[in-house]
């Protein structure tokens, strides 16, 4: 048998690239199945002297090479050497130039990479490797060329002409063809480049710089979604004052646009001055889109509005180096949330993020470092790890350094590093340079993966008024690393004296390592600080302290980390109801929850009755009844910790137990609070019109807390307020949260419920893709059916990556109905697996991922889904994307 073997890439390899491009000429002459690429290259050598010593290596990928010139003269086939994915010219001179004209085919393109079609319209997507589909090219951010664009089309089909920079020229052509040549002054690296054709309409507004430069903003969509931009324009002018204000950023072009698109691999992409965008983070309006659409809709505008600097003005020297744009980035959308919202309810949606998906990935086969030492394929290392792990990174150098230092550092970063390529050492040392801080042994952060363990032991003494807090840290073995080495962990810490509020602290004798907290929003009479824990077991010794206090420890989730401390659940109940820290308030409640839960399925295991701990009971009670300023935070301590969470507190996952007794605790909780869920669930009911402020998304994500609560009682009568709500809500929210829970429950009011939606919105994809996810994450047991029946209604198309995640992806996170013990769901996404792959390998790897952690199922879905992976990987013509996946969850 004879299998391809695919290369791993090693950072230790990096080398430093033999030529540099100075600019880049590109004609683009679009045909929807052969578009024509010519390319002028002015290539240089990058050391002493290269001629006759480097041969110079093109990336290219399903290319037709129709001609290639060096310094005007055709190269005949002997002076070239091309394969599937290079073209190399052994002999060139110190300074030449390369002119390659290529073709290619937009229309067969379903990988999504390169240049494509969606919706009619041309684009590209280059991240991270798919300019050398478009033509040979050293495809590589560390080349930063200057980019000259042309491009030419049919005027009618494609009246819209957009690259990067600044639009230089356009005019009529023969033939009814039009051109448009624009130039960024920028240099840049190829996965960066853009270019959008097609018929699209244009929505404008404009932003005045702190310098006072006026700049041109615009969106790009399809006519009928002309009245769905007003959030993401707003967002945008938001986010760029942001930048100014906490970074000193000011934009550099004079014109910013976004287009959305409907086919697209992720989520949005940060090309230069030209953003292209999934149309699910653009569109928006209140009867299709959700509160958390619009909040989506503001981060992601944030996020790839903020790599213009975190990204495009200083980029990544290889691709190992992704953290430093993305997990930068990442920290930087944050944080910009958290200032537009709520800084404790933001912190508690991305620590659930980081908590359930990255401490997974962590625990998995796939584990890697935030800067990982080798792939085979770089789109499967877009992860949580490097993304939202590499976010906390920043967020801890952020703590440790105090928000002044931390800006003295990005200061430094952005001045010294502008136009450059660089490593996430560079960024380090900036932050070292700019503030005298010696960061070396944080950035084990960056080299080693897994997530540390910090078990926490206190002992008072009521005679000398001290308390000892001792720190133990570890970190358990992943794939390649067996030992690891203390790493620099800051451990913010508040103690609670007995009438709940913070008392002051101050560490005795020689232990002095700590630092106020700055940045962790100390108001009057809060007392945080910040203990930098370095040794595999540290002592910190606080004096003063008059009566034996409840440590409240990691506030505001100060590191990536596992904490282990051995809290009475009377203490626990005294944080939930006192803590200063938001975060830690809410944390005590899950904390008991988790306890809770998992004490229940152990009885659920043993086929014993379930029953509710009072104690916990009559703290719900307290916050469900106390009518708080923020209600989204309300609604986020009344809500259970989450399945996937659930799951990693256990030995052997058993998904249908955790399920069981989840819901159980769910029901107890509506059955004994009844009367409070409903008074609760009416108080917060809004009548006026319909509002994206935060007071009013707090009110509605109270009330369907409680919807979902009280659904759990089967009540015909419930049933029915659920039923108005889905009738008579005027917005996309409450009627998702109404429709969500009768899709979960078997009763009449559910195939009503859903058909009646469908018939309103089967032409608008984004909302059909939630009415797909809703019934592919139905616990109900025909969901599998339903999903393999969906697959056939015209609203799917397993070309598009939204539909596939809506619903397959979906399904693959039912962990009832994916996990059921036939095998069925397996094999089913095993199946979809392999059909997506030959057409979009990327999105079939993510697909695939599903499967990584089998090994902590019990025996007979061990067997079951072991064997979905090897016959995964042993199909023929698989892709490296799949492949690696699947080989390295087998190891
Ligand atoms: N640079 C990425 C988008 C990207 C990555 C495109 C890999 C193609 C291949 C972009 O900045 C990004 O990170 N987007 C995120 C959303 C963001 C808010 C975390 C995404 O697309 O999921
Ligand atoms: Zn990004």
């Known amino acids: ?154 005027k009618r089909k494609y009246p819209v002409l957009l690259s990067n920079g600044n639009l230089m020229s356009s005019g009529d052509l023969k033939d009814g063809k039009h051109f448009a040549k624009w130039h960024d002054p920028f240099p840049k690296p190829a996965y960066l480049f853009a270019l959008v054709a097609g018929n699209l309409d244009r929505i404008r507004d404009s932003f005045t710089t702190m310098s006072g430069k006026k700049v041109d903003l615009s969106i790009f969509v399809q006519h009928h979604n002309r009245d769905k931009c007003a959030h993401a324009m707003e967002s945008l002018k938001l986010a760029m004052k942001w930048d100014e204000e906490t970074y000193g950023r000011e934009y550099d072009l004079d014109t910013f646009m976004i287009v959305a698109v409907d086919d697209f691999n992720m989520g949005a992409m940060e090309n230069k001055g030209l953003n292209v965008f999934n149309s699910k983070y653009v569109l928006a309006k209140p009867e299709t889109a959700t509160d958390a659409d619009y909040q989506g809709i503001m981060g992601v505008v944030g996020h790839e509005y903020f790599h213009n600097w975190s990204g495009d003005r200083i980029t990544c020297r290889d691709w190992f180096q992704l ?108 932050m070292e340079d700019a503030t005298g801080t010696d960061l070396r042994q944080f950035k084990l952060w960056y080299s080693q993966a897994g997530t540390p363990e910090l078990t926490v032991t206190r002992r008072y003494d009521p005679r000398t008024k001290t308390l000892e807090l001792s720190f133990r840290q570890t970190c358990p073995p992943t794939p390649g690393q067996e030992e690891k080495k203390p790493m620099h962990i800051p451990v913010a810490i508040g103690l609670l004296g007995q009438d709940g509020h913070d ?7 020689a232990t002095e390592a700590s630092t106020p907290a700055r940045g962790t929003g100390r108001t009057g009479g809060v007392e945080t600080r910040v203990v930098q824990i370095k040794k595999p077991l540290e002592k910190f010794v606080f004096s003063d302290i008059p009566q034996e206090p409840v440590p409240s420890i990691l506030r505001h989730f100060s590191a990536p980390a596992k904490v282990k401390l051995d809290l009475s659940d009377n203490e626990r109940l005294f944080l939930m109801a006192h803590d200063s820290d938001e975060f830690n308030r809410w944390d005590a409640g899950q904390q008991l929850a988790v306890k809770l839960i998992l004490q229940l399925i152990r009885d659920f295991q043993l086929g014993k009755k379930l029953r509710v701990d009072s104690s916990f009971m009559s703290a719900f009670n307290k916050i469900l009844g106390s009518s708080m300023d923020d209600k989204a935070f309300q609604a986020f301590a009344l809500s259970l910790p989450a399945e996937t969470y659930l799951a990693d507190f256990m030995e052997v996952i058993d998904p249908a137990a ?49 919807l979902s609560y ?166 023929p013509k698989l892709s490296k994307d799949v492949h690696e996946i699947m080989s390295k969850s087998l190891a």
């Open 1 to 154: 048998m004879s299998r391809e073997v695919h290369k791993t890439i090693r950072l230790n390899d990096y080398r430093k690239p033999d030529f540099l491009i100075e600019t880049v000429n590109l004609e683009f002459d679009l045909d929807e199945t052969r578009t024509r690429v010519k390319s002028l290259l002015t290539v240089v050598c990058n050391h002493d002297r290269c001629e006759g010593i480097h041969a110079f290596v093109l990336n290219g990928r399903d290319l037709a090479l129709k001609t290639v010139k060096l310094d005007g003269h055709d190269l005949r086939h002997q002076d070239y050497v091309i394969d599937s994915s290079s073209l190399t010219i052994p002999q060139v001179p110190d300074r030449f130039a390369l002119e390659i004209e290529t073709e290619i085919n937009p229309r067969d393109n379903t990988e999504l990479s390169g240049l494509y079609l969606s919706g009619g319209n041309f684009c590209t997507q280059c991240e991270a490797e798919g300019f050398r589909k478009m033509t040979y090219y050293p495809d590589r951010p560390d080349v930063m060329a200057r980019f000259f664009t042309t491009i030419v089309a049919d």
């Open 323 to 430: 953290s430093l744009k993305e997990g930068f980035t990442v920290f930087r959308d944050q944080h910009f949330m958290e200032d537009m919202t709520s800084r404790g309810v933001k912190r508690i949606s991305d620590v659930n993020i980081l908590r359930t998906h990255q401490f997974r990935e962590d625990a998995s086969p796939m584990a890697h470092p935030v800067r990982p030492e080798s792939y085979v394929e770089i789109n499967n290392f877009y992860t949580l790890t490097v993304y939202n792990k590499g976010a906390e990174v920043i967020r801890m150098m952020r703590t440790i350094l105090g928000p002044e230092g931390f800006r003295r550092g990005t200061d430094l970063y952005f001045s010294r590093h502008d136009g450059q390529a660089v490593t996430t050492d560079d960024f380090v040392q900036a």
């Open 658 to 706: 955790i399920h069981e007794a989840r819901r159980s605790l769910q029901r107890a909780l509506a059955m004994e609070l009844r009367d409070t869920f409903i008074a609760v669930y009416y108080t917060n009911q809004d009548a006026g019109p319909y509002r994206v402020d935060q007071a009013s998304i707090g009110r509605r994500s109270l009330k369907n807390t409680c």
């Open 503 to 509: 008392m002051p602290l101050r560490t005795a004798g």
């Open 710 to 875: 009280l659904m759990e009682l089967d009540e015909p009568g419930i049933r029915r307020l659920c039923w108005e709500q889905f009738r008579t809500a005027g917005n996309m929210t409450d009627v998702m949260a109404s429709l969500a829970n009768l899709a979960n429950t078997d009763c009449p009011e559910r195939p009503q419920a859903l058909s009646e939606f469908y018939e309103t919105w089967k032409d608008d994809p984004l909302v059909m893709d939630k009415w797909l996810s809703i019934q592919a994450l139905s616990p109900l047991p025909h969901t599998l059916d339903t999903v393999q029946a969906l697959m056939k209604n015209p609203v799917f198309n397993i070309k598009n990556p939204n539909k596939i995640r809506s619903l397959i992806g979906a399904f693959s996170t039912n962990s009832v109905r994916f996990h059921e013990p036939n095998g069925d769901g397996y094999a089913f996404v095993a199946d979809q697996v392999l059909a997506i792959d030959p057409m979009n390998p990327q999105i079939a790897a993510r697909l695939a991922s599903a499967f990584t952690l089998w090994k902590r199922y019990d025996k007979n879905r061990q067997k079951l889904m072991k064997e979905q992976l090897e016959r995964i990987l042993h199909t």
